[in-house]
């Protein structure tokens, strides 16, 4: 089963699986030899071409600056790039066969662990910030599953989750602020409504009194009026009551209008 490359006159190369042996004699003598070549030459270009992608994939991973480590499917570590060595302050041949909760002890291997296997169940990408308590440092982590790998990508975020910190720290102290201030607006409108409030309702009270004396005074002099009215015309009730004789007519009419007259005198009393 010896490979053996092969070229032919116009250039093409093929391999073959070569089986050889002796053929001997009856007292024992080599006389000769025989085999059998199996073509595998497709086989051949597949795992050159596999091959040399899978060193063209270990240059551009060893060229990025963003940490990268492959795991396997039980999640043991098969690779880690430069930048992960660099990153995780070791090589890439310590690294190999430990898994990520292996190398992070404070409950940051934990967490990675879950965002993995999340990753692998439903069969996407996922991101994650944890906090590296024992290095003091954010690291943000994107996993990527295949059949039977998963392969993550992770970098130093530190600087970038400071400034955003700090970014959020004063928006809460500015937000904080806001509102006090806020309140003292709202409590400074709600007093000058109060004493908009307490105005409206004095010049209310002075209008209403100035209408009541208004209509006093006009009820009095029409009552003064309707009053002369009245007791004129009881006046001539009276003048006729005693000039008719008592059942007429113009007798008991005149009774009418004096009584009348004077429910009016009570009225306006």
Known sequence: NQVERETWPDGT???????????RNDAGETIGIFGISRDISVQMRTQIAL???QEQIASILSSITEGFIALDEKGFITYANPAAEALLRSSSEALKGHRVIDIFSNGVGKALVAVFRNAQSDAKFRDCEVYDEAEQRWLMFRAYTSAKSLSVFFRDITVRKEAQIAIEDQQRELEA????RTRELTDANALLQHEISERQRAEAALLQTERLEAISS????????FENIVTIISQYAAKILDTTMPGSHPHENAARILEAAQRGRDLTN
């Open 51 to 53: 091959q040399e992608s």
């Open 13 to 23: 190369v093929t391999w073959v699986s070569s089986t050889k042996m002796a053929m």
């Open 177 to 180: 602020l806001v509102v006090e």
């Open 218 to 225: 006009m009820a009095g002099g029409m009552a003064a009026n």
